[in-house]
T-cell receptor, first 113, second 115 residues
Framework: DQQVKQNSPSLSVQEGRISILNCDYT??????FLWYKKYPAEGPTFLIS?????DKNEDGRFTVFLNKSAKHLSLHIVPSQPGDSAVYFC????????????FGEGTQLTVNP | EADIYQTPRYLVIGTGKKITLECSQT?????MYWYQQDPGMELHLIHY???????EKGDLSSESTVSRIRTEHFPLTLESARPSHTSQYLC??????????????FGQGTRLTVV
């Protein structure tokens, strides 16, 4: 039973436009959500996070939105740059499970020059 | 800047061999994790540790074993490698003060191929 799902395996956008990556979850105990970026043959790098007490968190070009009622979060990247091309993983944790992370399948983002 | 290191980066080994994947972190984190990831798939937690002499199985069953004798070191061992163990193995640690220390920092991974 997959508790974190990223339904789009890939996304292609033009440089300078907005990239929107989506993530859905089923476990209502999740109270902390994170986005990671991964290049081939590298480990994931933490990007941005959001607590369930908030609905938005912004860091430079990256903004994460959380809709708790829909159990949905999204990552917005604007403007997108070719260097943003990577696999993006959504992850969630619950304090009741010792803050272990549960990951989605990832979305391959390609930003075309 | 995360300081967590995995060796080797790449390993090709024959069936039946015993292997140990090394993972070390210099951040003093209490929590350490091993994830397994296949291309296009999610990261699956196979082992975790919340401190010295503490190890637990993760969500995905694995034939590997781990040990945590020192805070900074969390090696993973496969007693007898099989082709089904071919995968990328990612080590991570967490334990910062902010955000209940949830952000995990990952090593660069070990790409294991068993032939």
């Amino acid at each position: 039973d997959q508790q974190v799902k990223q339904n789009s395996p890939s996304l292609s956008v033009q440089e300078g436009r907005i990239s929107i990556l989506n993530c859905d979850y089923t476990n209502s105990m999740f109270d902390y959500f994170l986005w990671y970026k991964k290049y081939p043959a590298e480990g994931p790098t933490f990007l941005i996070s959001i607590s369930s007490i908030k609905d938005k968190n912004e860091d430079g070009r990256f903004t994460v939105f959380l809709n708790k009622s829909a159990k949905h979060l999204s990552l917005h990247i604007v403007p997108s740059q070719p260097g943003d091309s990577a696999v993006y993983f959504c992850a969630a944790s619950a304090e009741t499970s010792g803050s272990r992370l549960t990951f989605g399948e990832g979305t391959q983002l390609t930003v075309n020059p | 800047e995360a300081d967590i290191y995995q060796t080797p980066r790449y390993l090709v080994i024959g069936t039946g061999k015993k292997i140990t994947l090394e993972c070390s972190q210099t951040m003093g984190h209490d929590k350490m994790y091993w994830y397994q990831q296949d291309p296009g798939m999610e990261l699956h937690l196979i082992h975790y540790s919340y401190g010295v002499n503490s190890t637990e199985k993760g969500d995905l069953s694995s034939e590997s074993t781990v040990s945590r004798i020192r805070t900074e070191h969390f090696p993973l061992t496969l007693e007898s490698a099989r082709p089904s163990h071919t995968s990328q193995y990612l080590c991570a640690s967490s334990g910062g003060i902010g955000n209940r220390g949830t952000e995990a920092f990952f090593g660069q991974g070990t790409r294991l191929t068993v032939v």
